[in-house]
């Protein structure tokens, strides 16, 4: 059986697989904004950005973030706070993080110029494997697969391919095969061509095989078991851990401060708090903390100390704990509660109590804040300016609702 499988993989080598392919691709691709240009900087752009997000949620954010930072110069020059403002709301903010980090790079190192060959651009930090053939084909016209994973899909069902799709002895296949298939004119319209058919024809669910221009050639549809495919590791299980928020309220502001440079959600905005691992995470067993077990964890999550009399006084009385919210990440599970400290107004002329605490203009005059290099109050209905991430929405939905604001 394992024979006769590898003589009808090998068989696929016979045909010229872009002429089926190609001719598709010409006359159904979609219009799609990135694919009317072949610079490199936009095309990187486009391929960072489509990482884990859908065509239709990119196109918005692609097309302001070339407004705002057009060419390579402009994005390696600004701060990652402004980088970090232009991203807000589109999620994965390391991905951001490393193409700003990679158009530093390139300024110092190579004059502000991206490299024009596959093995250059992965020199370049936070481009992989996936995104540099995807630059070099489509920018430079370089034989080099873009294997991303709706790549991997096709081509696992094309194959019949039996093994996970996350081996090296898988990636190393698939990027055989693609190179000895692309048409040495076109090799970027061949990668897109198949990016294109995994994104709309052959997709994970209800792939529609009679709509495929590869039908003839499909080995998992000859077997008629195309659904088997792709081979997947078993996926590990999720950490649920707890993470208990606290959530400094003034009026209708709140504190947010930045989280560390690295880990996750690295150096994002964030409403302080911290991890919790224990067996039984039940609701019950924050509220049997003591008052000082709580203040150990808020000092530990909060940078500022002027906020430590109002907190240890609330806290010495009955505390109010609200959730649970859940949120996933890739590999672990936020299991998150919080409790709300309302914090003595502050006349505005004392308001600078905290180290290098500035006033200044966020963006326009009517979204004010009080900032300090890493800390800041926002209002409530301005919090839409800040690059938040998506596990605190819940809860400021909730802040909102108590404040009787439009929700987030």
């Known amino acids: 059986m394992e024979a006769e499988r590898t ?72 701060s990652f706070e402004e980088v970090l403002t232009e991203w807000r709301g589109l999620g994965y903010y390391s991905r951001a993080k490393r193409m700003w980090e990679g158009a530093q790079y390139l300024l110092t190192q190579r004059e502000g110029e991206m490299p024009d060959n596959y093995k250059q651009l992965l020199k370049v930090p936070g481009i992989g494997k996936y995104t ?37 002895k898988s990636y190393r296949r698939f990027d055989q095969s693609i190179t000895l298939w692309q048409a040495t004119s076109d ?3 061949f990668n897109q061509a198949l990016m294109e058919l995994g994104a709309m024809v052959c997709t994970f669910k209800k792939p529609s095989c009679g709509e495929c221009p590869l039908f003839k050639l499909c080995l998992g549809r000859e077997g008629g078991n195309v659904l088997l495919y792709p081979v ?15 959530v400094m309220r003034r009026g209708d502001e709140v504190y947010l401060q930045k989280r560390p440079s690295d880990g996750l959600m690295a150096s994002l905005w964030e409403l302080p708090g911290v991890e919790i691992l224990q067996e039984n995470r039940q609701k019950d067993f924050l509220l049997s903390f003591s008052q000082n077990e709580l203040f150990h964890l808020y000092y ?8 430590d009399k109002d907190v240890a006084k609330r806290l010495s009385q009955a505390v109010s704990l609200q959730g649970p919210l859940w949120y996933n990440f890739s590999h672990r599970r936020w299991k998150i509660f919080w409790i709300v400290f309302d914090i003595n107004e502050t ?38 300016s800040i690059p938040l991430p998506v596990a605190f929405r819940g809860i400021l939905r909730e802040l909102l609702k108590d404040n009787n604001h439009t929700s987030v």
């Open 132 to 168: 540099a053939g995807a630059v070099a084909s489509i920018a430079f016209g370089e034989k080099v697969s873009a294997i991303d994973g709706n790549v991997l899909r096709v081509m696992s069902r094309l194959l019949a391919w039996p093994e996970p799709v996350e081996s090296i």
């Open 7 to 78: 003589m009808m993989q090998d068989k696929l080598t016979d045909f010229s697989i872009a002429e089926y392919l190609l001719p598709w691709f010409h006359t159904t691709k979609r219009d799609l904004p990135w694919r009317k240009t072949k610079d490199p900087y936009v095309i990187w752009v486009s391929e960072v950005m489509l990482q884990q997000t859908q065509v239709k949620t990119v196109i918005p954010y692609f097309e302001r973030f070339l407004q705002r930072f057009p060419n390579l110069k402009n994005l390696g020059e600004s």
């Open 300 to 307: 530990e999550a909060v940078n500022d100390r002027s906020f």
């Open 347 to 384: 006349p505005r002329t004392q308001q600078p109590s905290l180290p290098m605490l500035v006033r200044e203009q966020y963006e326009t005059e009517d979204k004010q804040h009080l900032f300090g290099e890493n800390r800041c109050w926002v209002s409530l209905n301005k919090i839409s």
């Open 232 to 246: 997947k590791r078993p996926k590990a299980q999720r950490q649920e851990v707890t993470r208990l928020t606290f």
């Open 187 to 189: 090799p970027g319209d």
